[in-house]
């Protein structure tokens, strides 16, 4: 069983930074991918990034060159720097876990968080 808590939310303008944690609690000595997405209102969700246990990561094209994910693994925490933030960055933010060996895949997360509030204003 994996838990995922996010925090770091907020209201910035347009051009800021926010930065995004995940507390994660679970067996971190097996193999795993770690996510984060984002959900707007009347959109479909969309991966965002993914970080494996090896530290190899995957950012979308949508949010490539300013957004960045890392991971403190003593700390069981996952992190998405986000800059220079755009209007259409709004969403709910969520992270998610699976246990797996190999290329995370967007459609393979079963544990979530319960999302964390971005909103980017002019």
């Known amino acids: 069983q994996v838990q995922l808590v996010e925090s770091g939310g907020g209201s910035v303008q347009s051009g800021g930074s926010l930065r995004l944690s995940c507390t994660v609690s679970g067996d971190t000595a097996k193999d795993y991918c770690l996510g984060w997405f984002r959900q707007a209102p009347g959109k479909e969700r969309e991966g965002v990034a993914t970080i494996r246990s090896d530290g190899s990561t995957f950012i979308a094209d949508s949010v490539k060159g300013r957004f960045t994910v890392s991971q403190e693994k003593r700390k069981n925490m996952m992190y998405l720097l986000m800059d220079i933030l755009r209007t259409e960055d709004t969403a709910m933010y969520y992270c998610?876990?699976?246990?797996?060996?190999?290329?995370?895949?967007?459609?393979?997360?079963?544990?979530w968080g319960q999302g964390t509030q971005v909103t980017v204003s002019i």
């Open positions: 998610a876990a699976y246990y797996h060996d190999g290329f995370c895949w967007w459609d393979e997360f079963d544990y």
